[in-house]
């Protein structure tokens, strides 16, 4: 296993954003922005909604329309009546997930009971994961149906409200599929990404659905080779970013979720698939030049993947700056573009 970041530093509790920026009073798309330039290491601080002011004609933004699942279910064992939490971690095909389930007496071969209608059974366990793989009695569309209307949203410690899960999508999320938000575009409305595409910015959309990050243990914390997530890309999106790329545009992504996606179709010439792809700073990045993403909290494995982009000096040096002017972190903080 790949060991985790070492970048560790202390991030007061306060700039944990606990709710929305709705319910903090300010628009999604007026957070805070820290622009980092990756050869230099200068910062310059703004609010989101003036990204154009850093972006040019020919740029090329990637983003990631995954749609967010309500991945916290409940059931209760056939076998006892035992009520149990599920997570829902990975989707492996039509009707079969990976989960995480709140409870030790779960075995294999037992049925799990979520709605009259709605059963799962357990139908592998690992000795050394807490993760169990469930197969449900449907499929495709009536199961996402029925994981909506039973389901509610992963929260993580800093979250101190039950936050109903719109506040976890994207404006365009369209794919559903991701266990937790991929929260690097929540800050986009609208109205901005109008404006972007006015000024000759480009955009294009993949999926990865992302998986479930904590496992409620830090025991078995997984390493980012050790995760597996979906991803797709079609065809003309590789060709737009090629044709980005030849005019001299620069394509950015917005999220660790799509660098993952890009860098692994780039490296495997496969556009959809799995990926464990695990991006550090020894890691040459071929396609994406610039990433806007969130502010990632001590050693996230995320803050590896952004030492391909800049120096881990520079990015620790920038961080030290977000936490002096009270930047807030996690899917509900602010926004750093690094570029």
Known sequence: MMEATKFDFYLPNE???SQPPERRGVRR?????MILDKITGKVKHDRFFR?????KPGDLLVMNNSRTLPAILHAKILRDQ???????AKRRSEGIWDVLIVSEKVNLGDTLQFLPDLFATVIGVKESSPIKTIHFSKTGTD???SIYTLGEPVRYEYINCEWELDYYQTVFASQPGSVEMPSAGRAFSWEMIFDLQRKGVGFEFIQLHTGLSYLLDDEYEPSPADNYEEYFLSQTTLEKIQKTRAAGGRVIAVGTTVVRALETAAKTGVLSGETNLYINSQFPLKIVDGIITGFHEPKASHLDMLTAFVAQDILWKAYEEAIHRRY?????GDMNLII
Do not use: G, P, S, T
């Not at 798309?29 to 922005?33: E, I």
């Not at 990204?51 to 972006?55: E, K, N």
């Open 15 to 17: 700039l944990n954003a």
């Open 29 to 33: 798309d007026h957070v805070k922005l």
């Open 51 to 55: 990204l154009m002011d850093y972006l």
């Open 82 to 88: 035992q009520k149990v939490e599920i997570r829902l």
């Open 143 to 145: 199961l996402l149906n």
């Open 328 to 332: 807030l972190w996690h899917e509900f």
